[in-house]
């Protein structure tokens, strides 16, 4: 089984931080991979597919990048409202998420 | 408007059987996988298992910690997908969704999720 390794667990930042989150996989998932937004009580949200391809609707401050087992999300100037726990997930061999990082306020 | 919406869940006794039921609205059902997730209460994301269109089989999946108890089935007339568990264990607990997966034979990103349905497995 792939295993997905997300860091930092908790992130502390303030409103117009630039955020990045990391996400390793355990083998090569080439750019299977997305990211999820989820809040308290809510299902989680479609962020980006393919590793970098944006969920339409989804604000372009939200970006993702790599390849193969190193991948990342970025946010790039952040919102009161993406205040939220992320989870990143491959799909290159059935399906594995990773522990999630929850976005809090500083 | 696309919308899946499960139900079925409850409290149920380790050992026993439950069947999840998650029904569709405002796309072609028919035309893709489906699958279920779930949270255990504080807890992150487990994928359960997954069905493929009939277009492949309507075979399924599933995560190691189920095969073997539970099972995925669809019925594309009613637009519904299920997920019978049985022999649940305490360790089940958890809300399970089903989330829309894609039109091909290997899974997709999820785009569409559901609320979830509460299970509780205790005596």
């Known amino acids: 089984d792939i295993q997905m390794t997300q860091s930092p667990s908790t992130l502390s930042a303030s409103v117009g931080d630039r955020v990045t989150i990391t996400c390793r996989a355990s083998q090569s998932i080439g750019t299977w991979l997305a990211w999820y937004q989820q809040k308290p009580g809510k299902a989680p949200k479609l962020l980006l597919y393919k590793a970098s391809s944006l969920e339409s609707g989804v604000p372009s401050r939200f970006s993702g990048s790599g390849s193969g087992t190193e991948f990342t999300l970025t946010i790039s100037s952040l919102q009161p409202d993406d205040f939220a726990t992320y989870y990143c997930q491959q799909y290159n061999s059935y399906c594995t998420f990773g522990q999630g990082t929850k976005v809090e306020i500083k | 408007e696309v919308q899946l919406v499960e139900s079925g869940g409850g409290l149920v006794q380790p050992g026993r059987s439950l069947r999840l039921s998650c029904t569709a609205s405002?796309?072609?059902?028919?035309?893709?996988?489906m699958t279920w997730v779930r949270q255990a209460p504080g807890k992150g994301l487990q994928w359960v298992g997954f069905i493929r269109s009939k277009a492949y089989g309507g075979t399924t999946e599933y995560a190691a910690s189920v095969k073997g108890r539970f099972t995925i089935a669809r019925d594309d007339s009613q637009r519904i997908a299920y997920l019978q568990m049985n022999s649940l264990k305490t360790d089940d607990t958890a809300v399970y969704s089903c989330?829309?997966?894609?039109?091909?034979?290997?899974?997709?990103?999820?785009?569409?999720w559901g609320q979830g349905t509460m299970v509780t497995v205790s005596s």
């Open positions: 989330t829309r997966a894609g039109d091909g034979y290997n899974l997709a990103a999820f785009d569409i």
């Open positions: 405002g796309f072609t059902f028919g035309d893709y996988s």
